[in-house]
């Protein structure tokens, strides 16, 4: 919507200063070229837009540094409270722009009057074309949902028993992970590594065994159920016992003197 004469407005962006000029009221040298120096329409850092308090709680948008532009358009965006003024010589050796964002929503926009006075563009926003900005609505507030606190389970470590019967020896291994045993035979030794049910803890033990272990593959490891490790060394898997000798031992004696 334009408020003095009508235009078509540029992608609405704001453009702060970026610097303020220590030269602003010296005479400049180029001051003396001509206006076809000013041709280019370079982004005028002197400018300023401010909000002042009118009478009957109206606002007064106030452009400065605006003089000497003979065409002025004014533009109020009611979607994004945008005010934005587009200034040009009547030549158009020269070119400016001024654009603010407003304090407040605007409404009944035909309500709101715009002014060239000077070097002046005061916008004027009655009482009535005011509204307060809407919010944005708050996030829904997280759901507390209702926890409930177990023990969490203890690690049963692994238990063993050992036997010996008529068929050799047996080895069970209580609450282990199945796919974790390993049975070894070295010599004498049997040695079963494991972990518990859970995983949290390891087994490891070494059954000494009466004689070395001469049949390996005699040897049988299985598991029995979900967490019972049975190992079975049958007595031919290992070397036969040595039957104790018997004999009569000669005992030496002195030899006699004749």
Same mark, same amino acid.
């Given at each position: 919507?334009s ?6 407005p540029f992608?609405?962006a704001?453009a702060p200063?970026l610097?303020?000029d220590?030269f602003?009221?010296?005479a ?7 206006a076809?120096?000013r041709?280019f329409?370079?982004p005028?850092?002197r400018s ?6 009118g /009478?009957d709680k109206?606002?007064k948008?106030?452009f400065d540094?605006l003089?000497?532009y003979?065409?002025?358009n004014v533009s109020i965006?009611?979607k994004?409270n945008?005010?934005t003024?587009?200034? /040009?010589?009547a030549?158009?050796?020269a ?10 929503a ?9 002014e060239h ?7 004027t926003i009655?009482d009535g074309s005011?509204?307060?900005r809407e #919010?944005?609505?708050?996030p829904?507030?997280?759901?507390p949902l ?5 023990p969490a389970? /203890?690690?049963?470590a ?5 036997d010996?019967?008529e068929?050799?020896f047996?080895?069970k ?5 199945p796919?974790?045993? #390993?049975v070894?035979?070295d010599?004498r030794?049997l040695?079963?590594?494991c ?6 803890v ?6 000494e065994?009466?004689?070395?272990v ?10 029995d ?17 040595q ?5 009569s031992i000669?005992?030496?004696k002195p030899?006699?003197?004749?």
């Open positions: 919507m408020l003095l004469t009508p235009y078509s992608p609405l704001t200063p610097w303020a220590p602003a009221n010296v400049s040298p180029f001051s003396l070229l001509p076809l120096g041709a329409d370079f005028d850092v300023v837009a401010r909000v002042e308090a /009478e109206a606002l948008v106030v540094d003089g000497g003979e065409n002025i965006d009611d994004t945008v005010v003024v587009k200034a /040009e010589a030549d158009g050796s070119r400016a722009s001024r654009v603010i964002t407003l304090p407040c605007v409404q009944n926009t035909d309500k709101i009057t715009a006075v000077g070097s002046r563009v005061v916008v009655p005011q509204k307060p #919010r944005a609505p708050e829904a507030k997280a759901k209702k926890v409930q606190l177990r389970a /203890e690690a049963r692994p238990e063993f028993e050992a010996e019967n068929v050799g047996t080895i291994v209580h609450n282990i992970d796919s974790s045993a #390993r070894e035979v010599g030794r040695h079963v590594t972990k518990a049910t859970n995983g949290s390891d087994f490891f033990r070494a059954f065994l009466p004689r070395a001469v049949k390996a593959d005699g040897i049988v490891a299985k598991v159920g979900a967490d019972l490790l049975v190992v079975t060394v049958p007595h031919d898997a290992l070397e036969a016992k039957q104790p000798a018997k004999a000669k005992v030496q030899m006699e003197v004749a």
